[in-house]
């Protein structure tokens, strides 16, 4: 073979190749979504973070151009962003409040909202705590009162048959959506909470501070207590009709009461102009059923499941 067909040959294997590399390149599924790029802002709710977090991962091994970053600085903080236009997807474990919705209208910010699971607030203790294994709702008030403070010191002061054990408290941090619900249900008025306990938007450590000492007791999304058995004692709670513990069937039939409450995803309606949010909301609304299972919360219905696709199909219009 000449030299001058050998450069033929060798310019022909190039060009193949750049081809196959160009191609590989712009390689996606097909259907709407494909070779998509740019990228996805969602922050707010620790306790919906483990959801969008999984659809994360999996759209980007679908979508790896379009790069998703999923935040935790809790559902009030998520929502702060939200009016301020900062961010695509605010993850919320309460509904927005008035004050909230007057601020996204002030900034000309519309948005839409959707069901994406159920959750049971879990409460849980230190597993050497070998006294307790439920609480009512009026000892839960007892405890994390603002009269408690400095007054409810110990589990003894709860139940006088319990041991004179210093009562280590972890909760949500005031920028929570589950610290919002949780003082409106058990303490009566939402905000309402003794100051004197280790308070965290990131629920992990809540985990650990409540897996280190004997006498804790704190309250988080059940997720992460599903991820953390091994080291947590799960609690029933009773509001009057019997000890009920947190899981799929009693969240769902809102037997675990009043701990049990709906999760959501806010979605800015400008945001959806973009065509790789369009595909993350829909990826989102066709995969939550299963990720959400398997990060320990409890999917929405069938019914609900129609509703948010109407939703979304009416804001794409």
Request: proline share 5%; aromatic share 8%; with cysteine.
């Amino acid at each position: 073979m000449n030299s001058l067909t050998r450069g033929r040959n060798l310019s022909a294997s190039w060009l193949c190749l750049a081809v196959l590399l160009a191609g590989c390149g712009k390689s996606s599924p097909s259907g709407d979504g494909a070779g998509l790029a740019g990228s996805i802002v969602i922050d707010g709710s620790s306790t919906v973070f483990p959801i969008s977090q999984a659809v994360a991962e999996e759209f980007g091994n679908i979508q790896p151009e379009v790069k998703v970053a999923v935040s935790l600085s809790g559902t009030s903080g998520g929502f702060k962003q939200f009016a301020l236009g900062e961010i695509d997807i605010c993850d919320a474990s309460r509904p927005i409040k008035e004050t909230e919705i007057e601020k996204c209208a002030e900034a000309g910010i519309e948005y839409i909202a959707l069901k994406i699971a159920f959750d049971g607030l879990a409460v849980v203790a230190n597993p050497e705590n070998d006294w307790c294994d439920c609480l009512t709702v009026e000892q839960l008030k007892t405890i994390w009162s603002p009269e408690a403070n400095d007054v409810i010191m110990k589990w003894s002061d709860v139940n006088p048959d319990w041991p004179e054990e210093p009562l280590k408290l972890y909760g949500a941090g005031t920028d929570s959506g589950t610290f919002d619900y949780f003082t409106e249900v058990i303490c009566g008025e939402e905000g309402a909470s003794r100051p004197d306990y280790q308070p965290s938007e990131n629920d992990n450590m809540l985990v650990r501070g409540v897996a280190a000492e004997k006498g804790a007791l704190g309250y988080f999304g059940y997720a992460y207590y599903a991820q953390n058995k091994g080291i947590l004692k799960l609690l029933a709670v009773n509001d009057g009709s019997g000890c009920v513990a947190p899981n799929e069937a009693t969240v769902r039939d809102n037997s675990y009461k009043p701990l049990s409450r709906p999760l959501f995803i806010y979605v800015r309606k400008t945001s959806l102009k973009k065509p790789e949010v369009v595909e993350f909301v829909k990826f989102y609304l066709q995969n939550a059923h299963r990720l959400s299972t398997e990060v320990g919360y409890v999917p929405v219905s069938d019914e609900i499941a129609k509703q948010n696709d109407e939703i979304l199909a009416e804001a794409l219009k």
